[in-house]
């Protein structure tokens, strides 16, 4: 299995390693080419506790990799990282404390309901917001912007973004993908988009979550769509082993309505929404924010429409250089949480990790081989 790795910590490098204690392997000769083509972009790291054995700088040719960490270069990032640079919302939200009396009402015109708000010409928006149409230009200049046109066209591409099939995927990437193998441009891209999750999680909002889905006085309900229910069903597994009264709802649009009848006030609903978003997962979260639920929502850069309805959002950087979207970045913020609520709720995760492995020995669930 290769390791891989994004930085070096001191802590690493202090705790004596298992691997010091192997023989060095072999070298791989100019007849295994498997590396200097798979792993273009591999590179070791200098400062590295466990020195390389015999590198050939030309070829790239590494001894026995697999028993050694490796870093992916992170100076050559692909255009599915670029595909997910920061949204023009989080900018909105971010800057919205520096800005003037007039910029703020305008941000607040435009998150109204955006991204469509910002579509209008520079006339319109101003008129929508109440503001001057000088205001909206400084604004987006205060944004990055060089002006309107630009402003506008970043808010096509987003919107285009978010709406795109598994093709126009495709297609946006494949034209500008560099040269290399795809294990590298995915991991590339991959750790590119953990590191920007990880950056834009507010820890309040992380504490908040996790406080409410450890309290047993709330019931939790759990809903996906037609691909981000993979991820419901995991987390729904994971909560029910640390606590009673959870309940995963089914995908089905039909079917879901019957669980909003045992929804009450104060319960918590976890909800997954990735683009394209799913019009029955809106109408969820706005019957069960009705019903008094607080709603914690797991989404992409962009945001599903449900976080207007959400209590907690999570947003997970999701392109790569695929028709299909990446769930890693949300998975790790997803078992991150879990591993959170357990802590929160040890004393009873372990009862109920105990009852369960209790009834596992009895109906001879798992293979034993001892």
Same mark, same amino acid.
């Given at each position: ?6 930085s ?10 298992p691997l ?5 392997p072999a ?6 080419p ?6 273009p ?12 054995p015999?590198?050939?700088?030309g ?13 992916i270069s ?7 990282v ?27 015109s ?14 319109q928006?101003?008129q929508?917001?109440g503001?001057s149409?000088?205001? +909206? !230009? ?6 990055? &912007? ?6 506008q /066209?970043? %808010?096509?591409? @987003? ?10 995927k ?6 500008r ?9 995915f991991?590339?891209?991959?750790i590119g ?6 950056t834009?999680i507010?820890?309040?909002t ?11 006085d709330?019931?939790v309900?759990?809903a996906?769509?037609?691909i981000t229910?993979?991820l419901?069903e995991y ?29 009450a006030?104060?319960? +918590? !609903?976890?909800i997954?929404?990735?683009?394209r &978003?799913?019009?029955?997962t809106?109408?969820? /979260?706005? %019957?069960?924010? @009705?019903?008094g ?8 850069q962009w945001?599903?429409?449900v ?6 959002t ?5 392109a790569v ?9 949300l998975?790790?913020?997803?078992e ?7 802590e929160?709720?040890?004393d009873g995760?372990?009862d109920?990790?105990e009852?369960?492995?209790d009834?596992f ?9 001892t």
């Amino acid at each position: 299995m290769w390791h891989e790795a994004c930085s070096q910590t001191s802590s690493i490098a202090a705790r004596p390693s298992p691997l010091c204690s192997r023989a060095a392997p072999a070298p791989v000769s100019r007849s295994t080419p498997v590396i200097e083509t798979v792993f273009p972009l591999v590179r070791w790291r200098k400062e590295f506790f466990i020195p390389p054995p015999a590198v050939n700088a030309g070829s790239e040719i590494f001894s026995s990799p697999v028993r050694y960490l490796l870093i992916i270069s992170s100076n050559r990032r692909t255009a599915a990282v670029n595909e997910a640079t920061e949204t023009i919302d989080r900018r909105l939200r971010a800057a919205f404390d520096q800005l003037t009396r007039a910029e703020r009402q305008l941000t607040d015109s435009l998150l109204e309901n955006y991204p469509v708000s910002g579509l209008g010409s520079v006339t319109q928006v101003a008129q929508n917001a109440g503001v001057s149409t000088p205001t +909206v !230009v400084r604004m987006v200049q205060k944004l990055g &912007y060089s002006g309107f046109p630009a402003f506008q /066209a970043a %808010l096509r591409d @987003e919107l285009e973004a978010k709406i795109s099939d598994p093709i126009t995927k495709r297609a946006g990437w494949a034209e500008r993908a560099p040269q290399g193998h795809i294990l590298n441009r995915f991991a590339d891209a991959v750790i590119g988009n953990i590191r920007q999750t990880l950056t834009g999680i507010d820890l309040d909002t992380f504490e908040r979550a996790c406080a409410l889905l450890a309290d047993g006085d709330s019931a939790v309900y759990v809903a996906g769509g037609r691909i981000t229910r993979s991820l419901a069903e995991y987390f729904f597994l994971h909560m029910q082993v640390m606590r009673p009264r959870v309940t995963l709802i089914q995908s089905i649009s039909n079917a879901w309505p019957h669980y909003l009848l045992d929804v009450a006030r104060g319960d +918590v !609903v976890v909800i997954f929404d990735v683009r394209r &978003y799913e019009n029955s997962t809106l109408k969820l /979260a706005e %019957l069960a924010r @009705e019903r008094g639920a607080r709603i914690i929502l797991f989404t992409d850069q962009w945001r599903s429409p449900v976080h207007e309805f959400a209590d907690c959002t999570f947003s997970g950087r999701i392109a790569v250089p695929s028709a299909w979207d990446s769930a890693v970045s949300l998975m790790l913020v997803l078992e991150t949480v879990i591993a959170d609520v357990q802590e929160r709720r040890w004393d009873g995760t372990r009862d109920r990790m105990e009852a369960l492995e209790d009834m596992f020995n009895r109906t001879r669930f798992f293979r034993k081989f001892t």
